[in-house]
């Protein structure tokens, strides 16, 4: 742990905290100033329960709750109430989320993304001559706004395994909403970047200075309306998002955009409906240990991506060869990036919503067949194949044309594993930095529409799997994970990453370094980030040496070096001197931090 925070939390908490549920209470911690750009985190090892997230405030409010008795789910509703205030940029009560819940060996997929509204169609993303809109075009204003998910998702996780009243999750965001918290350095940062959030008068005058510079690093920001929010939410429940004066006033704000109005109305707002579905498990063997990693089946594309590219990696002999001081080298790069070529060329063209699009062979396992992934692995050469084509699971040709490259953004990650044996990974979003830019009631409004293809078919009139359809939920690549001993079925990993599309080579990265490489969690976290979109070889800037990348070059590829601010979390059951522990990481990229006892 660390020293400083272990010691803020534990003096923030009363006596009679842990005894029973209605004596929790919750108390700010000295506010943290948290770190940004690159800084080195040590690490975490606790032996009871641990939360990691990706703000400190956040982080303490989950620790603060396991430590009354809560369970993963309790704190996941605490840590995404904060995240909503002091993560503004990335999550929060206006988006969608991902969650996996494990109760021993039962494991559950709670679907809370956001959903078309009902009146928009293929056609949402296309300019008056027919062709699809810039991207911000589509993204700054209502008509990217879709049909928020994470309360209401939250709420049917609650209902099934909260241990704390749902009211008292929400003291933590309320209490900090009202007496204000410390800006990081990272939103700073971010609002310094951002070109669209002033556009929003509601939006400028809460992030921006009256000179119109972003408000101050260390500087104390209070949001009483969100606080009211989320009292309504914490009394009535998510119908007070969803319903009445809320509800309306979101509806205003995205159809009255002067303009970029969308088509939310409040129909689409009571009407949404929150889905269990069964998660993606496949076994995979790392070293001579055999393992069942359990993802977030469509609409994510994470999953079944991250799980094509662990298989056809166990295809070739890239689990033969060695880390170069502590890297992995060319020979490794190299396959790795051809297997997520395939993966990519895949994904693009098979997978979106399934109330919408059938899977091939008509199951989704048909994408992890160790046959079909066999298959692919023999396309893997010595020189880069530079594009994958799909190929063919289920021995069924797909009828929809591949989604062409679109930019994804945004999101947070939240792993936690309470005192009870219940595990939680979530990644949650709403989509671009700022999301739609349009503020409402103390909270942005995501812009998940945009993870929709612009484009509704190809020049041949084929339709793509993920276009826009009324009620439909756009294609993700959000990939929170769990993992499991096979022979035991003992859990030994929650981890997942925020990102966009590269969520899933974040996440990759991170089961590879721990699985095969018997890392930590911090260390595989630590790897210097690396992918492939089915195009450029993509390497994280500065973190491999050249010749590695010239390596990489004469065998085909195009090398892009450049920023890659993955946000990884993780925990792992593991053992030291003896003793059992789970061991946290926390991505030294960003601000997170993990905490427990």
């Known amino acids: 742990m660390n020293p400083r925070l272990t010691a803020l939390a534990l003096a923030a908490l009363l006596a009679g905290c842990a005894a029973t549920a209605p004596n929790f209470s919750y108390q700010p911690p000295v506010l943290p100033e948290a770190p940004s750009g690159y800084t080195e985190k040590p690490g975490w090892a606790t032996r009871k329960y641990a939360v990691a997230a990706a703000n400190p405030l956040a982080t303490d409010a989950g620790y603060q709750v396991l430590k009354a008795g809560g369970s993963a789910i309790d704190a996941a509703v605490a840590v995404q109430m904060v995240l909503t205030l002091v993560e503004p940029q990335s999550s929060g009560i206006g988006g969608g989320a991902f969650l996996l819940h494990a109760k021993g060996r039962e494991v559950e997929a709670f679907d809370g993304r956001e959903t078309a509204p009902a009146g928009v169609d293929e056609k949402l993303f296309l300019g008056a001559d027919g062709k699809p809109l810039p991207f911000y075009e589509g993204v700054v204003g209502g008509r990217s706004v879709g049909v928020p998910g994470t309360v209401r998702m939250l709420e049917m996780a609650h209902k099934q395994h909260g241990r704390l009243p749902w009211a008292t999750l929400f003291q933590p965001a309320i209490t900090l909403a009202e007496q204000g918290f410390r800006v990081s350095p990272r939103l700073n940062t971010l609002l310094k970047a951002e070109a669209h959030l002033k556009k929003d008068p509601v939006a400028a005058a809460y992030f921006y200075k009256p000179d119109g510079e972003p408000i101050d690093v260390g500087s104390v920001r209070r949001n009483p309306e969100l606080a009211a929010v989320l009292r309504r939410i914490a009394t009535d429940g998510s119908k007070a998002l969803h319903e ?242 096979k022979s035991t079925n003992d859990l030994v990993m929650s981890g997942g990453s925020p990102g966009g599309a590269l969520i899933i080579h974040f996440t990759a990265k991170t089961l590879y370094g721990t699985l095969n490489w018997g890392m930590t969690p911090q260390q595989a976290i630590n790897l210097p980030n690396f992918a492939s979109l089915n195009g450029p070889t993509l390497l994280e800037e500065k973190r491999f040496p050249a010749p590695t990348v010239e390596a990489l070059r004469a065998r085909g590829a195009e090398v892009r070096e450049q920023a890659m601010t993955s946000g990884l979390q993780a925990i792992t059951r593991g053992q030291a001197h003896g003793e059992l522990f789970w061991f946290g990481g926390a991505d030294p990229r960003r601000e997170g931090v993990v905490m427990g006892d």
């Open 244 to 485: 009445g004066e809320i509800a309306q006033a979101i509806v205003d704000k995205v159809q009255k955009h002067p303009g970029n109005p969308g088509k939310l109305t409040l129909a689409d707002l009571s009407g949404y409906q929150p889905k269990k579905r069964s998660p993606l498990c496949h076994d995979y063997q790392a070293q001579t240990k055999s393992y069942r990693v359990c993802g977030f089946p469509p609409p994510s594309s994470g999953a079944i991506a991250v799980g094509q590219i662990l298989g056809i990696l166990s295809n070739t002999n890239a689990g033969t060869l060695p880390l170069a001081d502590g890297l992995p080298g060319a020979d490794w790069l190299h396959l790795y990036t051809e297997a997520a070529r395939l993966a990519f060329a895949d994904r693009a063209q098979f997978v979106g919503d399934p109330d919408f699009v059938q899977p091939p062979g008509g199951n989704w396992m048909s994408l992890l067949d160790p046959g079909y992934l066999a298959q692919r692995a023999k396309l893997i050469g010595a020189q880069s194949m530079k594009v994958a084509q799909p190929g063919t699971p289920g021995a069924v040709r797909s009828g929809h044309a591949p989604m062409p490259d679109q930019p994804e953004y945004g999101t947070s990650h939240i792993s936690i594993v309470d005192a009870f044996g219940n595990a939680v990974a979530m990644t949650t979003t709403i989509e671009d930095q700022f999301g739609s830019r349009q503020m409402v009631r103390g909270f942005l409004l995501n812009n998940e529409l945009t993870d929709f293809s612009f484009a509704p078919a190809d020049a041949q009139g084929q339709p793509i799997a993920n276009r826009v359809q009324p009620g439909k939920r756009p294609r993700s690549s959000m990939a929170p994970t769990l993992v499991f001993d």
